[in-house]
T-cell receptor, first 114, second 107 residues
């Protein structure tokens, strides 16, 4: 079955450490996204990518970095510069490009900073 | 300021008790309104797309409608398995999500 796989599902980090969240899709979608979800708030866009080797900052990119070396993969690194990284992180893709609102989401990764 | 507002924040229903969720938006140049369902600890699952006022979409016990400034998600005769958080999102020059309505249906 096609879909989006995020790993790990749960991750604990000490302050000052960088961590990388994995996102892999086998839907053959060009566009991929990273969102952050906090209680009581809507999903907020961190980064997005329309094609391989190209990505754009979203609304809350500070303290995060991404790469897009393969169509299937869009990993997110949460750096030590991110002041409040504890959150639920969601990776998504869309088949009709970044103007779409019909997104396919992974199951999420919950990051907790100790 | 919030572009997309969902109400109520939480809704508790008895099985079979129909109700509606609201998604209001203040953006101009709407290019689409989208509803998602999210189960606890999971990613959202796409439900519907609405593009113009008067449009309606249905899926099982769910029906989504759209006016010029808001959308409603009607849940008819809900069952416990309809318990979830329902998110709406609005596409204008970007995609903006509301905070969601958490629906709990008791048997």
């Amino acid at each position: 079955d096609g879909g989006i796989t995020q790993s790990p599902k749960y991750l604990f980090r000490k302050e000052g450490q960088n961590v990388t969240l994995s996102c892999e899709q086998n839907l053959n979608h060009d566009a991929m996204y990273w969102y952050r979800q906090d209680p009581g708030q809507g999903l907020r866009l961190i980064y997005y990518s329309q094609i391989v080797n190209d990505f754009q900052k979203g609304d809350i990119a500070e303290g995060y970095s991404v790469s897009r070396e393969k169509k299937e993969s869009f990993p997110l690194t949460v750096t030590s510069a991110q002041k409040n990284p504890t959150a639920f992180y969601l990776c998504a893709s869309s088949k009709t490009g970044t103007q779409s609102g019909e997104l396919f989401f992974g199951e999420g990764s919950r990051l907790t900073v100790l | 300021e919030d572009q997309v507002t969902q109400s109520p924040e939480a809704l508790r229903l008895q099985e079979g008790e129909s109700s509606s969720l609201n998604c209001s938006y203040t953006v101009s140049g709407l290019r689409g309104l989208f509803w998602y369902r999210q189960d606890p600890g999971k990613g959202p699952e796409f439900l519907f797309t609405l593009y113009s006022a008067g449009e309606e979409k249905e899926k099982e016990r769910l029906k989504a409608t759209l006016t010029k400034k808001e959308s409603f998600l009607h849940i008819t005769a809900p069952k416990p398995e309809d318990s979830a958080t329902y998110l709406c999102a609005v596409r204008y020059y970007k995609l903006s999500f509301g905070a969601g309505t958490t629906v709990t249906v008791r048997a």
